[in-house]
């Protein structure tokens, strides 16, 4: 999946496959050197980790959060999705809740708070609008600074951006379309799937609507991150 994650920021993204260097932050975590010749950070989903503390091991989680933090203080552009809000937000003394009685897998309206409706990036978006999930775990108190710029019926900070800087973080997934959902869903059946899974796979595909989101939600920031970075 971490490809393919890629290849969904690149294309909808509008992103020069050259700019992107991709780390697996988990895993391998860059060194904060790296920043000094970062334009952007951005930081994806993971279907194999939560940042809730009752999840289980989080000894991932310090070096992670180590190097969203120095990316703010530096003032650096920042973009997350899933599991990027999540870090963003404990990262910022916020908090996660895992709770799959309101998990969403496949596509959902999102409504646009008052915040969102006059904000320079998801302004140019309807509401409500539908988007991409895959989550069973949501923020639960917001990051300091925090600011809700979108919610759904089951999940409150459907977005949110930092009252400073230009940050921004979203739980929906702007980078998938109904084919990448697709591919999401069955990586991660065994995941999302709830009870003994009796028919729940076509239960799950049949709740992607073609309509949904890619929606140009990543470019945007982008587009205002170099007005920012003034390129």
């Known amino acids: 999946m971490l490809l393919h994650e890629q290849e969904c920021f690149l294309r909808h993204g509008a992103i020069d496959p050259d700019r992107l260097r991709p780390f697996n932050v988990i895993t391998a975590p860059p060194p904060l050197s790296l920043l000094d010749t970062t334009d952007v950070v951005m930081l994806g989903g993971s279907g194999d980790y939560s940042v809730d503390e009752e999840a289980g091991d989080l000894s991932w989680f310090p070096p992670m959060a180590e190097l969203v933090l120095a990316s703010l203080e530096r003032g650096l552009p920042f973009f997350g999705t899933c599991m990027g809000i999540q870090v963003l937000a404990r990262a910022l003394g916020g908090s996660v809740v895992c709770d799959p009685t309101r998990q969403e897998i496949g596509t959902f309206e999102v409504n646009l708070t008052e915040a969102g409706r ?9 509401s409500p609008f539908l ?4 989550h ?16 759904s019926e089951r999940c409150p900070v459907q ?6 800087g230009l940050v921004y973080a979203t739980q929906f997934h702007p980078e998938l379309d109904y084919h990448g959902m697709r591919l999401r869903i069955t990586t991660y059946y065994e995941k999302y799937k709830t009870g003994d ?10 709740a992607i609507r ?12 982008l587009a205002l991150a170099a007005r920012q970075l003034g390129n």
């Open 118 to 126: 006059t904000d320079p990036l998801l302004s140019n978006l309807p």
């Open 197 to 206: 899974g009796t028919g729940e796979r076509d239960r799950l595909f049949a």
């Open 131 to 134: 988007a991409n999930l895959g």
């Open 210 to 221: 073609p309509e949904g989101t890619p929606m140009p939600l990543i470019a945007d920031f």
């Open 136 to 151: 069973k775990c949501r923020v639960e108190r917001l990051p300091r600074g925090g600011v809700v710029l979108a919610r």
């Open 159 to 164: 977005a949110l951006r930092l009252d400073r």
